[in-house]
């Protein structure tokens, strides 16, 4: 088997897509040890991230990309009037949760060989709301 040409995905996620990120992990303590700090998901990270993995799941390849690959995503909220979504959270942390998630599913090889392109976008109610991700393997590019 080889790995697909091109992965085109539309999450739609009603009223908007999730805005927790990674970084509202909650510090719990110290491990035994006294050195090793222990962390842990508050209750709206965990169901995030769950509905974000049940939500990926059948569009996961057969085989996963294993040379780079572009990871064009397009974050689409609520918002008075279409344009761009200026408001928290930022790009990148936004992209942490969904790209770890998808490492997870095994739509890659390793997180290390994507190429990740991100804006997040406001549309009105009448609009579909949720994350346009689309996957496409760069030629040319080797480690």
Known sequence: MTCP???DIFL???PQPPRVT???KK???VAKDGKTPIFYEPP???SARALLRSLLQKFVPAVPF????????TWVFRGKEPGYYINTPDCDNLQKMLQDVMTGLKFWTDDKIV???ITKIQLPDDAEHGIYIKITPLKGITR
Do not use: C, D, H, N
């Open 12 to 14: 739609r996620i009603e």
């Open 27 to 29: 510090f719990g303590g």
């Open 115 to 117: 190429m990740p392109s």
């Open 5 to 7: 040409s091109e992965i």
């Open 22 to 24: 990674y970084q509202e």
């Open 44 to 46: 709206r990270l965990k």
């Open 66 to 73: 294993s040379q780079a690959v572009q990871m064009t995503v």
